[in-house]
């Protein structure tokens, strides 16, 4: 009897003292400290695309300085000014420019690329099965990729418009801004806190394209498939958006506020638009975000 019960006392603290917790998993697994958003965003900026997306990014207003340089003079102004009649008079004015030209597709481009390619790129590579056999969580996988995707996406629509303003103002001086349109002036000083604003309502009307390319990349394996899909709904919006028989329903298409941002650079600032787009973008991400985490957890990574 004692024999029986000390071999069963042995058996009963075998699998703590032997590689276990009690629970099934390993001595100091924590689900919580599975793939840090630090190792993430090195991982990420190792890849070529973001390097090289990135770098295209800052070296754009530098491309558009150099055009205006060598097509100074030739251009013929229309009768009201545009936003490119105005882009040589100082560095407000000439980000403004380099903003309203790369919002409308090459943010878009960018911002794709780094949502679309998050989890899609990893089962391209056959290692999206290897981080969830480490064993990571899935929510805790798919929100660290959200989190670090969102981050890049972010770096690229603020480094642009910041490296413009200060291309611009080292090619052009720093001066007040004129408005589109009506060549009214607002003083640099007060024009500068509204530009921020202008930055930070560009970031969050690019939500839904980030959200419907994080949506693709869960449900493919192909990363080109996740990037395209999300530029082609800005397409399809950009055309509907001109079919004016739509009447107020082009108002729910995530691209019919992109340029609402121009009213904050206005004499006298409307934000109602923005506000607007504010509305729509999120509300349409937030459901594309909660049906990508509702696919990835029914998603089966080994077939």
């Known amino acids: 009897m004692s024999g029986a019960n000390g071999s069963g006392a042995a058996v009963a603290k075998s699998p703590a003292g032997r590689g276990s917790t009690g629970n099934g998993s390993a001595p100091g697994y924590l689900p919580g400290r599975t793939l840090p958003l630090a190792v993430e965003f090195v991982r990420q900026f190792r890849r070529r695309r ?15 300085v150099a055009a205006f340089k060598i097509g ?24 403004a ?33 290897y981080l969830l056999a480490a064993p990571i969580p899935r929510d805790r996988l798919l929100r660290q990729k959200l989190i670090v995707a969102m981050g890049y996406s ?25 408005v589109p349109g009506t060549g009214e002036t607002i003083a640099a000083l007060d024009a500068l806190p509204r530009f921020g604003v202008v930055i930070a309502y560009a970031l969050v009307s690019q939500f839904v394209v980030a959200s419907l390319a994080f ?15 999300a ?5 399809v919006s950009n055309i509907l958006q001109a079919v004016e028989t739509l009447g107020p329903l082009r108002e729910f298409l995530p691209t019919f506020w992109n340029t609402a941002w121009l009213d904050a650079l206005a004499p006298q600032p409307d934000y109602s638009g923005m506000i607007k787009g504010v509305a729509v973008s999120v509300t349409y991400s937030a459901i594309l975000v909660a049906l990508a985490f509702r696919r990835f957890r029914r998603k089966d990574v080994v077939s």
Do not use: H, K, Y
């Open 215 to 229: 949506l693709l990349s869960v449900g493919t394996d192909s990363p080109l498939g996740a990037v395209g899909g």
């Open 231 to 235: 530029v082609g709904l800005v397409i």
């Open 97 to 129: 420019f380099a903003l309203s030209v790369s919002a409308g597709f090459l943010l878009v481009v960018a911002v794709a690329l780094f949502c679309g390619d998050t989890v899609a790129g990893e089962a391209s590579w056959s290692s999206l099965r």
């Open 154 to 178: 972010a770096a690229a629509v603020i480094c642009l418009p910041l490296m413009a303003l200060l291309a611009g103002t080292l090619a052009f001086g720093w001066s007040d801004i004129r």
């Open 50 to 64: 973001t390097l090289v997306m990135l770098g295209l990014l800052l070296a754009l207003p530098w491309i558009l």
């Open 72 to 95: 100074a003079g030739s251009g013929q102004p229309g009768s009201t000014l545009r936003v490119s009649d105005l882009a040589t008079e100082g560095g407000l004015n000439f980000a």
